[in-house]
């Protein structure tokens, strides 16, 4: 505690000496390249999207900097740059939230629903480390906020339906908006089936059934003061998981804020928010519902998050400038619980994640220089202090079997530092940049007890004796624009030193019945990732807009062996036209046939393969009711096939009709 006291203190040292010089502003404003998908506000959801009540997951795949990885029909994991939720930042508004499930079953974006979010910003790498350490990069859900006006009450219903796994879909929103006052309220229903593949076969377990509770209300003190609470509750039940061994009874979230926004008059700050904010998960995986089970067991998991920002933008002369303290406080803790099937036996329990308690504080400053009106420079820098105890003496005692000198705490200092120069004239972009980051190992890659997985058929353990995970990042952007046609080409490079990974330890004996061994988490001399992607855009007329995109990936560790989830040759292109009230698209996506894959980490080869989809939509009104219906067709030739990261091969489904109906008035 003497140690974190003492780094808080240079923290705010720093952040003052910040601050204390003054200097004539400047108009001219950089530009921060980022990647933004754009989602939309309630009453134009059905404006921007050829499918309004998708998934999160399926939004999040329209960028090339996302990946998912797919172990059924819900709760997609998010992969940024081919890298996975352990060298990833996700966060809802600024708030850092952790998964619950030892198996990946709940990511962040599984207790978010498109029905509340305006956009999810993007960003690779160092320049995803505003609210913590990262390897890949961050993605931030924004959530909708009406604002202060005087539009009064507004209100909106959503129903929709899909053949292919009877999915039906229903929601609602009601907002009061105001000068000084707010309120935004929204509800979202999923209850879906088991889907059915290109050959017609069900895939059982793949159903699930959720719902989504969000409301976010703000209060102007003054024309520059801003109280902001808001809350989200999220419970899912019955939710299958036809690539895992279990299912999951419930996924339950409570996640909480309350932000307080100054914009000072006539001040070299422009904007001052700070917010607190506190999360609770309760995860409950289940096998009760599979056919034959050689042992039942239950796997409970809980995450609960204490945490707080506090984030000021401001310009001084050419700099535009933020600053951004923030802290958290994570206890993560998961068990198991076995039942023989001679119920005379007794009960086996052990802790999974041994009630892991991680303290976390950080201090993160961003400067971005206006060079001239055509150029910027953009530095980037934080300094965290990351701190783990293992609370549990029978899950410390567990791991001390082996290893015996464990201690029950680290303390681990995590930098990080990034540069990027950017350039845009008369329509001609380009950009490079160079980053250097640290992260700490997860819970699981640290404290991990058994934990089963699927894809290798191994039992992992965890080894808290790790060192930090360290990356150094190159970056390079170009890209050309007119009125009529865009493109644009960027790629990464990242070396990543001491990369963690499960190996193999023969001595040891695994815990789940028919797993093929024990891996213990290491680190790997490095690794090495890069990824391009390209991206074109070409509007023929005022009706017809075509748009394009080509991802490419490799990975390799310091021995020359392909990494596991790196995509293939990726491809999409559609072609949508828009006259009116009328609005038509038809677009086809697909994957190379994968020539780099990894059987040393338990993969084996997918194959490619194209989709077509195709949907139409048309706008009216009544009186005061704003109408929009979307019909759409998706896999039209009802293809069979599965991707690389759809965990241990589940295919995709077959052919989908959807209809989505909004009603806004």
């Not at 499918?51 to 997951?57: F, G, N, Q, R, Y």
């Amino acid at each position: 505690m003497k140690n974190f006291i003492l780094f808080t203190g240079l923290c705010f040292s720093i952040f003052q000496i910040s601050f204390a010089q003054e200097k004539p502003i400047d108009t001219i404003t950089p530009k921060d390249l980022k990647e933004v998908i754009v989602i939309g506000k309630k009453s134009q959801l059905f404006q921007n999207q050829a499918k309004p009540l998708a998934t999160i997951d399926e939004y999040l795949q329209q960028s090339t900097k996302v990946d998912m990885i797919r172990r059924g029909s819900y709760a997609w994991e998010p992969m940024i740059n081919t890298m996975t939720t352990e060298r990833t930042l996700i966060t809802i508004d600024g708030m850092r939230i952790f998964s619950a499930c030892t198996d990946k079953m709940d990511p962040i974006t599984s207790y978010v629903e498109v029905s509340n979010l305006s956009e999810a910003t993007i960003k690779s790498g160092q320049q995803g480390s505003c609210h913590g350490a990262t390897i890949g990069g961050s993605i931030d859900l924004q959530r909708n906020r009406s604002g202060f006006s005087n539009l009064g009450w507004d209100t909106s219903v959503n129903a929709g339906f899909e053949t292919n796994s009877k999915q039906k879909i229903i929601g609602s929103a009601i907002n009061y908006v105001e000068r000084s006052f707010y309120i935004d309220t929204d509800f979202m229903f999923r209850e879906a089936d088991n889907y059915t593949d290109g050959k017609g076969q069900e895939v059982l377990f793949s159903q699930f059934r959720k719902f989504n509770i969000s409301s976010t209300s703000g209060f102007a003190f003054d024309t520059n003061k801003v109280l902001e609470g808001s809350v989200i509750y999220d419970k899912a039940t019955n939710v299958g998981y036809p690539a895992l061994p279990m299912d999951v009874s419930l996924a339950e979230a409570l996640i909480t804020s309350l932000k307080f926004e100054y914009v000072p008059e006539s001040s070299k700050i422009e904007n001052w928010e700070t917010k607190i904010y506190y999360n609770t998960i309760t995860h409950k995986m289940d096998d009760t519902k599979r056919p034959s089970v050689p042992i039942h067991m239950d796997m409970p998991g809980w995450s609960d998050t204490f945490g707080f920002y506090s984030k000021v933008k401001g310009v001084l002369s050419s700099h535009h400038f933020i600053a951004d303290l923030n802290s958290f406080y994570n206890r993560s803790v998961a068990e198991m619980t076995m039942y023989p099937a001679d119920s005379n036996e007794k009960l086996m329990f052990m802790y999974t994640w041994p009630d892991v308690k991680t303290f976390y504080t950080a201090l993160f400053f961003e400067d971005n220089i206006a060079l001239n009106c055509h150029s910027s420079l953009k530095f980037s820098t934080s300094l965290a202090n990351h701190y783990n105890q293992v609370a549990s003496p029978l899950g410390l005692e567990s791991l001390r079997i082996f290893y015996p000198n464990m201690k029950d705490s680290k303390n681990r200092v995590l930098p990080s530092i990034s540069s990027n120069y950017s350039y845009d004239e008369n329509g001609f972009s380009y950009g490079f940049g160079l980053a250097f980051g640290e992260r700490a190992p997860s819970v699981s890659e640290g404290y991990g007890f058994y934990l089963f997985n699927s894809f290798d058929q191994f039992d992992y353990i965890g080894n808290p004796e790790l060192r930090n995970e360290n990356s150094l990042e190159g970056s390079v952007t170009i890209g050309y624009k007119t009125h009529k046609w865009s493109a644009k080409m960027s790629s990464s490079y990242f070396y990543i030193s001491n990369y963690i990974v499960g190996k193999p330890e023969e001595i040891l004996v695994p815990m789940t019945i028919g797993a093929s061994g024990v891996k213990i988490y290491t680190a790997l001399d490095y690794a090495t990732i890069f990824n391009a992607d390209l991206n074109l855009e070409c509007q023929f007329s005022e009706v017809l807009k075509w748009k394009g995109q080509l991802v490419y990936s490799y990975g390799k560790d310091f021995e020359d062996q392909n990494l596991p989830f790196i995509s293939p040759l990726r491809y999409f292109s559609s072609l949508n036209y828009k006259k009116g009230k009328f609005t038509s698209e038809i677009a086809v996506q697909g994957n190379a046939t994968q020539t780099q894959y990894s059987p040393f980490y338990g993969e084996d080869r997918t194959l490619g393969f194209a989709v077509l989809n195709f949907d139409s939509g048309y706008s009216f009104a009544f009186e005061k009711v704003k109408c929009n219906v979307k019909i759409g067709i998706e896999n039209i030739f009802d293809t069979y096939y599965s991707t690389f990261s759809d965990w241990n091969n589940i295919p995709r489904k077959g052919r989908n009709l959807f209809l989505n109906l909004a009603f806004n008035y």
